[in-house]
C-alpha cells in the first residue's frame, strides 16, 4: 500500500470514523493521476451535511498537502466527496476494505485502472 | 482588449449555458448533462485563447503535436493549458477546487464517449440521475463558487 495513501486514511480514521467508503483509484485513461472517493451516510449538499463534506475535503486537502513529496507518482487531481446513493460509491462499495484492484475494473461506467480501498463498510 | 475569437468563445459558453437551463426546465437531463460537459469544454477553452492571445483556435491536425493536444475534450488537460491547475487542485482547498473536483469526476478523459455509449462490461451506459445533473449544473455554472463564476470574477475569458 503506497505510504502517501495509508496517512490520508490515517487521518480519515481519526477524524470521520462514520466514513463509509475511502477509495484511491487511478482512473484517467493514459494518465498516472489519482482520484480520491470518500461517503459516509452524514454527507449531503445541504446544511449539517455539506458543512462535513467540506471538512472531509479540508482535511484531504491538508493530508494532500503535507504528503506531497511522500510517493512520488501519487498525484491526485480530484476528490470525490458524495453521499452514500450515488452509483459510482455503490459500486466502489461492493469492494471490501484492503482491497487492491490491479486490473481494469468498471465502475459505473469507467475503467478504474488501479486502485486502493481502504475504508469499505460494506464488509 | 480581448481577440475576437476569445470573445466569440466566451459567448458561445454562455449560450450554453442558457441551453442548459431550458434542458433542465424542460426535464431532459440527459441533454442537459451532455451540454454541461460542453459548456465546462468551451469556457476552458475561451480561458486558454485569452491567455495564448489566439486569433483563432488552432485546427486539429492527423499527427500528434501541440494542436490536437488543444482540441481535447479532456477537462484535465485543459485545465492545465488554461493555467488554473493549482487552482482547481484537491491541494487548493478553495470551494472552487471542491466544485472543480465533483464536476471532473464525472467529466473525465474521453467524457462524450462513456456518456454516449453503453459499457461493454455491464451493458449500460454511465448512470447520471436527474439529481446529479442538477448538481452539476451548480458546480460549472450557478453555485456561488461556481467554475464558471471563478472564470467570470477574475476575468479570465
Known sequence: MVSRFEKITQVINKKHKDASLLAFVRIDEGQDTWTILF???LISYTGRGDEIRKQVFADIS?????TQDETPGTTVVRVGIFPLDRHIIKDALKFKAGTHITEPTRMNGNTVFEGYITISKSN | MLNHYTTTMREIAKQRMKTVEALINAHDYEGAAYIIGLTGEIALKAVISKRLNFSEYPP????????NYLRTHDHQELVVLAGLSGVFSPTA???EALNWSEYTNQYRGDWISRLRYHDEGTGRSIVITDDEVKRLYEVLISDENSIIKYIQRKRLW
Open chain 1, 39 to 41: 461517503s459516509s451516510p
Open chain 1, 62 to 66: 491538508k493530508a494532500l498537502n503535507e
Open chain 2, 60 to 67: 486539429k491536425t492527423t499527427t500528434k503535436n501541440q494542436q
Open chain 2, 93 to 95: 482547498n478553495t470551494p
